[in-house]
Structure formats: structure tokens, C-alpha cells
């Protein structure tokens, strides 16, 4: 009885051992220098052209946080190794090109391990302790010069009690881990599909070049394909274009070409179509197919932007270059007078049962932010582009991040970071199930917040990582930014404490307590100084369409000074309108202003006067539609009074 477990832990052992002879880690590059999209993974097979189905490839985080788990897990099946034995697993960045395509910068490079096993990706869910059955076939151990990881080593002595933690070298090296022959393990130069001895069959590199990265419709492009030898006999070459949206309508061209013998080259030229559609960017990818086994490809999977001249141009400004009054609220007539006649913390409560209204407002998942950002921020100057925060520009809505490269692409950004509220994704988030799916929630559904479009907008990711989760004043925007971002997020702050309870804006920068951001006095100067405009009204309009409320700061900007600002306390009325459905509520910008103001909303004939803290008249003007009025005043408060229809609105006015 006390020999039995020994003699399992032997038989396993044994048939391990047996099974790693026919497939093995051949070569680890967990580390390259830069943003480690170098990195790759060979496997060889004790013979050539072996089919590797009903293998999975899994990579475990040796690491304190990872706990000798499972973080990725790639299956093989349908894939074959080569004429020399070797599968290479990398991205499209490895020279020469990978059979198994994986996205840059994904292999870690801690004390961590990569193992073969019989079975499929479903049997390595995310957090699966390594271990070691009947069904491990091969292992490697490694790391970048760090601390052995004994718990790991412990797990994986059941299959070779002798193994070790390899290391590559330092971090940014140039090498890689390779296996010998006799099955110990040396670093040196990296040697992808080639064997690690130099022995095997000599392959002839097949490169495919292009003359640029990006092309407009109606271009035209040369493919050149090159051979590093001059050819015994002819080669044909076929490849194919198609990706995602890109389909073979969208250009026309020889997709299969022949390298005559005796030469090194052929070229073929491809027409982009110049169509009327409105399909947005796409991605081109050349594809090779069918090469003879003696032909490496150093190259292949090469992406080109075909960039779509039929965009759409909206009628209505960026928020660096505003207009206002284009844009109508699509808010429902009455939507908002369950607040007339309310103050202080009733007027508060009673905004909060419309933006959280159980019975009405739609929770959509995270997944399905990014579609609403991709219309909510579309750029008003160009429709296949999202208006980028903070840095101000235009930005393909293709270029979303899809890996952990930050460069020249776009993700989400939450205006009241997560770690500040509280909130974050759970596994259903990760889904884009449209718009008519969704959860219930209502103002104690914290967690939604997590997907309020309202305050999530489309960043540059470099940026997105500078903000962090710095509060607004803290955070002002990159250097030389116009600001037309600020109004934008204070109001978007503002309306998420409303919306959800255990959230609250307070003055000051309140470090370490979750459910407060900051600075209040900065958001309320942001929204006073950048009043809404038709960008964001539009913006507000879309998000509504998804999760049934509104941000009530863009439709009616007084209402901030009622809950936070200059007339707390006061009875909140509906402001001044025409009696149309959707009235565009009047603001005054900038303020405080030095020598001139600006009055939006005006639709119908009113009187506009400037008041003293006495209430003298101290200047007055008929007006009609939106105006502007000089500024010829000692600096001080003041307050403008805007009459008509038998309706007034009093607004202060600081005066710099």
C-alpha cells in the first residue's frame, strides 16, 4: 500500500517520457527587447508533416500573483509541423512567418512555465494550477534572471524530478532558450523554424514586399514577391487578400503569380475599387497558400489599411471647433418635470429616479460600450473616425486596442476612473450582445456604472495610461490641449454621482476613498467655462438610444448650480423655452468672462438685461436668437436676466 503512489508518480513518469519523443518545446523567446513582439514558441515533432491535433499548448504564471496557473492555452489542432519537424507559434512581427499566429507581447517572462499536454484550450480555463498526469507531454521552465519559482519546480518534478528553471538571460536580451539534441536546454541566437544544430533541409526564404502600409480607395499597389536563391524550376505563387469586411468586390488583380526558373522575383498589381459605399477603413491581409515544403516563408499575414474616401461629414461641430443649437435632445416630452417644484436633496432624489427608473433605464454590457462609443464619439468631420478625449483629433474607428501595444490606437476611458468608484467587469461583460439585450439596474446597481456609456469616452490608449486615475485638476489633459474636453467630463461626473448611489464629487483630492472624486470646484468651473454644445448633445442622444436615460447636466447645464453650485436650495423650474418638445435650454459661456459673453438657446423674441447685486439695470437688449454681449464692467457678480413669454430666468455672471 505505501508503494503504490510511487509506483503511479513512476508509470507516469515513464509514459510521459515516452510521449515527449514525439513532440517537445523545441525553442522559448519569452523576451525581446523593445515591446516584446519578438517573442515566440517552437514545438518539434519527432517527424515531419506530424499533425498535431489533440494537443494544447498552455502557459502558466509562476509568479506570487499568478500562482502557478493557467493564463493562456493555445489549441493545436489543425495544425501540422513542417518538412524539418518544427511548428512555430508567434506573431506577425517573428521573421520568419509563424504557422500559428498569436497577438504581440502575450508570453510573460517571469519565472513561468510552457507545457504540452493531450487535450484542448477547454481544459485550461484562466487560473487552472498547473499539474502533472498521463496527459503532460512536455515542459519547460524558464525565466529572465529571476528568483527560482519552488512551488512551480515542486509541481512538475512529479514528471522529470531533475528539471530546472532555464534562464533566458536578463530582461530586453537578444537570446533564446533552444533544446539540444540530448534533451538539456542552451540560450543563444534565436534560430525560428530552423533547427536548433543547423542540420535539417535547407529552405529557399520567400519575402513579400510592398511599397507602403496604407492606401486609399482607387489606388493602385505592386506586390513583389522575392526568393533569397535563384529557383530550379518555376514557382507559382497564389495568395488571397480577403479579411473581415474586405472581401475580393473591393479590389481587382492576379492573386496567383509565377517566379520563372533562373529568376529571384515576380511582381502583380492590385487595383483598389473606388466605390460609393460608406463601409468605413478595413484591413487588407496578404495570405500565402500552397507553397512546396522546400519554401520558407519569412513574411506572410502582412495587414494594409485601405482607407474609405466615402465617409460622412455631420452638420454640426468637434468640441474644439463647436456649434450650437443643430442638434435637437431627443429627450420624451415631460421627461424631466418630475423636478419642478423640487429642492435641495429632493430635487437630487427626484433627478435620480429618472436617470436610475428601475421599470425604464437598460444596463448594456462593457463589450457593448465600444459600439456605442463608435457612434456616440464619432467624428463630426469625418463618419469612419471616433473624436478622441483629451487629445483632440480624429482617430479610425478600426484602430481600436485589441492587444497590449498602446501605440496609435484607441480603447475606453472611464471619466470617473474604476479604481475611484468601485466598480469594474465581471466575465458576462465581455460579450457584445446589441442593444436589445441587457440587465435591469437601478440606482443601488454600482456595478453598471462600470458600462454607463455616459461616462466612458473614446481615448487615445497612450493617454488613457497617462490619466490614469488622477482626479480633474490634477489632471488638466496633454500639453497644448484646447480644453474642449472639459465640460464634457465634468458633466459626465457629475451625472454618474447622481446616477448610482456610493458615489459622491467632493472639493479637494480625496486619496484613498473609494466612491469620492475630485476636484468639485474644477468640475464646476470645467462645466460653467464649456457649456454643452451640439457634439455632446448628440452624444447624449446616442446613449440614450441604448440605455434609455439621459444626462440631464447637457439638456438643462443650470441644474448643476442647483445641486452643486450657486443655487443650492433654491426651487428648480423648467427653464425658458418656445413650447417646443425639445427645447435647447439657455446657457451663458464663458464664465467668468473678461470682455465678452456669449447666450445660447435663444429661440424666441426675449429681453436680455445685465443686473447688479442690487438689481439695477445696467444695460439692456432686444433679442431674437443667440447673441453676444460686450463686456464694459469693473470686474465683480453680476447677474443676466433673460424675459420673455411671460417666463424669466436669472443667471449669475462673474466678470474677471
Known sequence: MILRP???????????????QMLVINELDCDTPGIDDLEFVELKSAAPFTALDGYVLVFFNGSASGGNTSYMALDLDGYITDVNGLLLIGSTSVVPSPQYLIPANVIQNGADAVAIYEGGAEDFPEGTLAFVDQTLVDVLLYDTNDPDAPDLIAIFQAFNPNIQQISEGPGNNTNS???????????????????????????????????????????????????????????????????????????????????????????????????????????????????????????????????????????????????????????????????????????????????????????????????IVKEADQNPENSNQVWLVYLEEGRPKIDIQTTINNTGVWNREHTYPRSRGGFDSIAADTLADGKDLYWPTNADSLRHANSDAHAIRAVDSDENVSRGNQF?????????????????????????????????????????????????????????NDPPDDYEMNRNNVVYSWQLNRNPFIDLPDLVEYIWGDSIGYTWQQPLSTGAANPKPVGIFPNPAKNQVHITGIQAPCLVEILNLQGQTLSSQQALEDISLDLVLPAGMYFIKISGQGETILKRLVVN
Not at 510511487?6 to 515527449?20: R, Y
Not at 417644484?341 to 429632493?346: C, M, P, T, V
Not at 446616477?499 to 472624486?517: K, M, S, T
Open 6 to 20: 510511487l509506483l503511479l508518480s513512476l508509470l507516469l513518469l515513464s509514459a510521459s517520457l515516452s510521449t515527449a
Open 177 to 371: 532558450i533552444q533544446r539540444d539534441n540530448d534533451g538539456t536546454y542552451f540560450t543563444g541566437t534565436p534560430t525560428p523554424r530552423q533547427l536548433n544544430d543547423g542540420s535539417g533541409v535547407i529552405l529557399n526564404g520567400l519575402t513579400t514586399k510592398i511599397s507602403q502600409t496604407m492606401y486609399d480607395e482607387g489606388d493602385t499597389l505592386h506586390l513583389v514577391f522575392n526568393t533569397e536563391q535563384a529557383l530550379t524550376s518555376n514557382l507559382t505563387i497564389t495568395f488571397s487578400l480577403s479579411n473581415g469586411t474586405f472581401t475580393p468586390a473591393d479590389f481587382t488583380g492576379d492573386t496567383s503569380l509565377t517566379i520563372l526558373a533562373g529568376q529571384y522575383s515576380a511582381t502583380t498589381i492590385i487595383s483598389l475599387t473606388d466605390d460609393a459605399l460608406d463601409e468605413g477603413d478595413e484591413v487588407m491581409v496578404i495570405r500565402l497558400a500552397g507553397l512546396p515544403v522546400e519554401f520558407l516563408v519569412l513574411n506572410d499575414n502582412i495587414p494594409i489599411r485601405v482607407v474609405d474616401n466615402d465617409f460622412q461629414v455631420a452638420p454640426f461641430g468637434t468640441p474644439i471647433d463647436p456649434t450650437y443649437g443643430v442638434v435637437t435632445s431627443t429627450q420624451p416630452t415631460g421627461y424631466y418635470d418630475g423636478l419642478n417644484g423640487q429642492s435641495g436633496e429632493a430635487l437630487r432624489n427626484a433627478l435620480q429616479a429618472i436617470l436610475a427608473d428601475p421599470d425604464v433605464v437598460r444596463a448594456q454590457t462593457y463589450a457593448d460600450v465600444i459600439d
Open 472 to 528: 480633474y485638476g490634477e489632471y488638466i489633459g496633454p500639453p497644448g490641449t484646447l480644453g474642449g474636453f472639459r465640460g464634457d467630463v465634468a458633466r459626465s461626473v457629475l451625472y454618474l454621482a447622481i446616477r448610482y448611489n456610493g458615489l459622491e464629487v467632493v472639493d479637494g483630492y480625496p486619496e484613498g476613498l473609494i466612491g469620492q472624486f475630485g476636484d468639485l470646484a474644477t468640475l464646476l468651473e470645467w462645466h460653467r
